[in-house]
């Protein structure tokens, strides 16, 4: 079993319309979460992280954290031809490692 | 700053063949990583540096691989012998220290193809 676990979609809405992208993890020690959003022939960059259980929100965008049972959500609201991308998931190891996701390919139909 | 700059941006070699990949981190970041990305097994920690130090390399995935950081400003990766299956899309990246709220900045990688 993959310590980090996230459907690679692909992901296609229409303009306007409310994104859930999801994660599972495996290890409950781990307390820290990212999200990084990746373009096509770019590097990854951090979106939001969160540390331990809630919510955490950044205008449009909203990190979700569920220790109990290990999941990992981001919603996009009022979405974007712009936020056509690559969305990883991470969780920060206790090693000093981030262990991704194999990332959810999201396409925001105009 | 300019980044974390990575070269070359495209490398496409025969099997066999020596491959080099160069990275330099952002001024002032003291731990560098190297990362591969393919469809099948998505982004992978490779290995990491701090203070120009190895300190963690099991996910290097044979002894063709290896990686140095003679300095604070550059790093390499190299493969040898290169293989069709080492095809992929290789990052570097690098933070500030290393915790949940250290933000690691990805360079725009090396696609590499082994023919």
């Known amino acids: 079993q993959k310590e980090v676990e996230q459907d690679p979609g692909p992901l296609s809405v229409p303009e306007g319309a409310i994104v859930s992208l999801n994660c599972t993890y495996s290890?409950?020690?781990?307390?820290?979460f990212m999200w990084y959003r990746q373009y096509s022939r770019k590097g990854p960059e951090l979106l939001m992280y969160t540390y331990s259980s809630g919510n955490k929100e950044d205008g449009r965008f909203t990190a979700q954290v569920d220790k109990s049972s290990k999941y990992i959500s981001l919603f996009i609201r009022d979405s974007q031809p712009s936020d056509s991308a690559t969305y990883l998931c991470?969780?920060?190891?206790?090693?000093?490692?981030?262990?991704f996701g194999s990332g959810t390919r999201l396409s925001i139909r105009p | 700053d300019a980044g974390v700059i990575q070269s070359p941006r495209h490398e496409v070699t025969e099997m066999g063949q020596e491959v080099t990949l160069r990275c330099k981190p952002i001024s002032g970041h003291d731990y560098l990583f190297w990362y591969r990305q393919t469809m099948m097994r998505g982004l992978e920690l490779l290995i990491y540096f701090n203070n120009n130090v190895p300190i963690d390399d099991s996910g290097m995935p044979e002894d063709r691989f290896s990686a140095k950081m003679p300095n604070a400003s550059f790093s390499t990766l190299k493969i040898q012998p290169s293989e069709p299956r080492d095809s992929a899309v290789y990052f570097c990246?690098?933070?500030?220290?290393?915790?949940?709220?250290?933000?690691?900045?990805f360079g725009p990688g090396t696609r590499l193809t082994v023919l």
């Open positions: 991470g969780v920060y190891s206790s090693a000093s490692k981030i262990i």
């Open positions: 990246a690098s933070s500030f220290g290393t915790s949940g709220t250290n933000e690691q900045f």
């Open positions: 290890n409950s020690a781990f307390q820290y």
